[in-house]
């Protein structure tokens, strides 16, 4: 796969990203300047409006909130900032680490195709997922994750958009295509036309490596004999298992490049260099956002109300809850290892303790949860099983209220999507 | 920024990313959120052929557009014509009809076919045909001798799956618009639309909007339409209802037959995913999330060229019908209830001349007339959407030629338009780029 490296500079202050393509890439995708969090600066007007071309205009960026008092955020947070971006280095290193044990499981499985091999795989996917969803407490700000998360990590997904599915054995790109695949082009077709077509990333390999998960009892039971060279489609899925299984292992090296100490133009250098509240406010929307938004509303209310395993966050492996206890110590880690914690207390110990307390409890409530997720969804609406599910809901709603005083009590604007 | 670039009133956010138009309004109520959410998820959901082992989620078809709403509104966004002119279509599609009134005084279904096209079925079924759309470009000047060029499209349809098109076959193309601001515009008084509307011209300003006279499936009764391109739904609820049927094949309490025509029997031999397949409980979390998207706050709203802009907007006529400011009433759902907010539309009918026209009568609306469309979002559709086509069915390649496109009530502006100079031109499309 083509190595990019994207630079980023300020425009007022918002981080623009540009990327280069270092080798010419097969087919590269242009992507869009995102950033969900992207605020209106309300005295900087005019950035951007006035450009030319077709690009709706760049706005500009910022959680600073303004006070009439100088002095009332006279603080400084530059070790809460340093530890913050080691902490985020650290955690796309080690995710980027499991990814590459897991890309040798599977090289081993495709080598010598049998339910031993296919087993270690299967294995190692679980053991590298808790590190990466330790890197969810750092999205929903315009980090570098952002323009790239959709091909790491997009669910629910289409299966028949890759292989195929129960009632359709000659459904997906590996049964129908004949293009040659690889990773950039599986990309390239990534969500284009709906956002379920999802042909990259860790769900794709959850599917690959385990198929449908048609049981109430247990995960997927994908055959090792998909993968014997030469028979059916084989050859096909076993390229896209190798593609999308080098591109995942390459976007996270990418990532970890982006946070890595001096590498001249990457995302940390700027990070650095922000305003601190600027970068404390990325700080404390990624964790907010997740608390109080993805996790608790995509991934347990809609589960819950739909009913549909469909709506299981990791369903083909079973392996949701293990999700839900890494997101959440995600934002646990940014507390206390970026810091966080005594700056707050510093500040407002009633805060502080506040959410040391709402962190605590929202351990407790997403512990209880039961597992496998998909038998909680299956469960009467009176069920205990359900009553804990919703119990673990209002902890995350608690935790992402808390997390606000933390942004007032640091003076950064906090923005939930849906409330 | 100035209170006018608060372009939602209390639902504008002010994001300008590729997930703008995908947030929930921020003064909607917490016990919202979960409903919105679900919502979102019922709008993304890919439905799929019965029976299938997701009870929820089944009853595609048989006769469909696209699987999902989001395949057409992706990103919550705007649909665009097919780059290579043919069809089955992403984002955009065919309504039919022939001349003469249907039921309800609507369009009159074309017989073996029905009132839509729909370029995918499921197996067993054959599609009812595929789209066709070939250009042919129009060369034109500015005042000042700038040329510029348009593109015209013509519309046919192929491999007709039930027999001969008739002679008289009347298409209509729309794509999808933006899903922004929808509640607000549900919650504008009736009255207030009345009260706008000028059908004679009373005033003698060559505007003459009018409203439609549509039928509402919920109550079994007529009202005046505001949805759609041709204000063919008086609500949300039936517009989603309507859409559920035509675009993806799901009956519901509204729309309770399958979408198959009479002479279509392989259609209606096909197993169903219950009676209805899309239940009251989804339509109406459905109808919440549809009309409780947060709108995008308007970008640099205070630098010169867009001030210029917003003055010209107003100086050349474009705010007679794209009126920049409504206020909403009283709705169920408070937070878009008593608003004042900038949507750029007064939600009438207006005769856009021969050039725009789709020549497909759809209640009331005559085969000249168009819905004013709300302006709001299109700066951030390149962002999101990743085009910058407009208009009805995509057919003008950005704001200018849009703004060309425009003919009958809109003439004179249009010409006001072409014959004001560049930095004129630049800056009237800098005003709407930022909205």
């Known amino acids: 796969m083509a190595k ?53 205009g ?13 002095t009332a955020f006279a603080f400084d947070a530059k070790p809460q900032i340093e530890a913050y971006a080691t902490l985020v280095h650290q955690s796309y290193a080690d995710a980027a680490t499991g990814a590459d044990k897991m890309a040798a499981a599977i090289d081993a499985l495709l080598d010598k195709p049998l339910p031993e091999t296919l087993a ?8 590298a997922r808790p590190a990466y969803l330790e890197t969810e407490a750092y999205r929903f700000y315009d980090g570098p994750i952002e323009a790239i998360e959709g091909d790491i990590n997009s669910w629910p997904m289409n299966e028949a958009y890759i292989d195929y599915v129960e009632g359709n054995p000659k459904a997906g790109i590996i049964n129908n295509g004949t293009e040659t695949i690889t990773g950039a082009g599986l990309a390239a077709i990534n969500q ?25 009892t247990g995960p997927g039971n994908r055959p090792s004999t998909d993968y014997i060279a030469g028979e ?52 404390v929307n990624g964790m907010a956002i997740l608390a109080g938004f993805e996790f608790m509303s995509e991934r347990l209310g809609v589960a819950l109300d739909s009913g549909d ?29 970026a810091k966080l914690a005594g700056l707050v207390k510093s500040r407002n110990a009633a805060v502080a303790s506040e959410v040391d307390g709402l962190l605590v409890d929202a351990e407790a409530k997403i512990g209880a949860l039961g597992d496998p997720w998909d038998a909680v969804l299956r469960a009467d609406a009176a069920s205990s099983e359900r009553k804990a599910a919703e119990e673990a809901m209002a902890s995350l709603q608690a935790l992402a209220d808390g997390l606000k005083k933390v942004g007032s009590t640091l003076g950064v604007l906090v923005l939930i999507p849906t409330e | ?101 249907g039921p309800h005084g609507g369009p009159r279904p074309v017989p073996g076919y029905g009132d839509q096209l729909s370029e995918r079925s499921n197996h067993d079924v054959a599609t009812e045909g595929v789209a066709r759309i070939t250009y042919t470009e129009i060369a034109g000047y500015y005042g000042d001798g700038e040329a510029f060029s348009l593109r015209k499209p013509d519309y046919a349809i192929e491999q007709p799956g039930y027999g001969p098109l008739p002679a008289d076959l009347l298409i209509s193309p729309r794509v999808a618009p933006q899903m922004i601001g929808l509640g607000l515009l549900e919650a504008v008084p009736d009255a207030t639309l009345t009260a706008l509307a000028d059908p004679g011209d009373a005033d003698g300003d060559g505007i003459s909007g009018r409203t439609n006279r549509v039928w509402n499936a919920e109550t079994q009764a007529p009202a005046i339409g505001r949805f759609g391109w041709k204000a063919g739904q008086p609500t949300l609820r039936n517009q989603n209802a309507g859409a559920a049927l035509g675009d993806i094949g799901l009956t519901s309490s509204l729309r309770s037959a399958e979408n198959c025509d009479a002479a279509q029997a392989a259609c209606a031999a096909q197993f169903n995913g219950g009676a209805p397949e899309l239940t009251d409980v989804f339509l109406d979390k459905l109808t919440l999330y549809s009309a409780t998207l947060s709108v995008p706050a308007q970008r640099g709203a205070d630098s010169p060229a867009v001030m210029e802009g917003a003055a010209l ?35 009438l009918l207006h005769d856009m001349g021969e050039g725009l026209a789709d020549n497909r009568p759809d209640f009331a609306a005559s085969g000249l007339e168009w819905r004013t469309p709300p302006l709001w979002g299109l700066g951030l559709v390149p962002q999101v959407n990743g085009h910058g086509f407009l208009l009805h069915d995509g057919r003008a390649r950005g704001f200018a030629e849009a703004i060309l496109w425009h003919g009958g009530e809109a003439e004179t502006a249009r010409e006001a338009f072409r014959n004001t100079s560049k930095d004129q031109r630049d800056a009237l499309i800098a005003f709407l780029k930022s909205l």
């Open chain 2, 1 to 101: 920024m100035p209170v006018t670039a608060a372009l939602g009133g209390a639902t504008t956010r002010p994001i300008a990313a590729q997930n703008a138009f995908s947030f929930a309004a921020p003064n909607a109520p917490r016990e919202h959120q979960r409903i919105f959410s679900f919502g979102n998820r019922l709008f993304n959901t890919n439905w799929v052929m019965a029976p299938a082992s997701v009870k929820a989620f089944d009853g595609l078809g048989p006769l469909f557009n696209r699987v999902s709403c989001s395949g057409c509104h992706t990103k919550d966004g705007r649909g665009q014509p097919p780059a290579d002119g043919h069809g089955p279509m992403e984002s955009m599609l065919l309504r039919i009809s022939v001349p003469g009134e």
């Open chain 1, 120 to 127: 270690a795989a299967r294995a190692a996917w679980v053991a």
């Open chain 1, 192 to 216: 284009k036309s709906d956002e379920a077509d999802v042909t990259t990333g860790w769900h794709a390999i959850e599917f690959l490596l385990w198929g449908q998960d048609l049981s109430t």
């Open chain 1, 4 to 56: 990019t490296l994207k630079t980023w500079t300020a425009v007022g202050i918002a981080l623009v990203g540009t990327t280069q393509i270092l080798e010419a890439a097969p087919s590269a995708r242009v992507i869009l300047p995102h950033n969900p969090a992207f605020i209106l600066s309300d005295g900087e007007g005019g950035e951007g409006a006035s450009e030319g071309g077709e690009g709706g």
């Open chain 1, 232 to 283: 059916g489609n084989n050859d096909r899925r076993r390229a896209y298992l190798k593609a999308v299984t080098e591109k995942l292992v390459g976007d996270l090296q990418s990532l970890e490049q982006q946070w890595a100490p001096s590498v001249a133009g990457n995302y940390r250098e700027v990070f650095e260099k922000l305003d601190q509240r600027e970068a404390l406010g990325r700080m």
């Open chain 1, 309 to 337: 395993q469909e709506d299981e966050h990791s369903c083909f492996s079973d392996t949701t809850k293990q999700d839900f206890v890494h997101d959440l110590a995600g934002i646990k880690r940014v507390w206390e290892e």
């Open chain 2, 313 to 347: 907007f107003r100086g050349l006529g474009c705010s007679s019908c794209h009126m920049p400011t409504l206020q909403s009433g009283g709705h169920p759902l408070p937070e878009v209830s008593h608003q004042t907010f900038h949507p750029y539309t007064d939600l």
């Open chain 1, 58 to 70: 760049q706005a500009v960026s910022s959680y600073k909130l303004d006070s009439t008092d100088p």
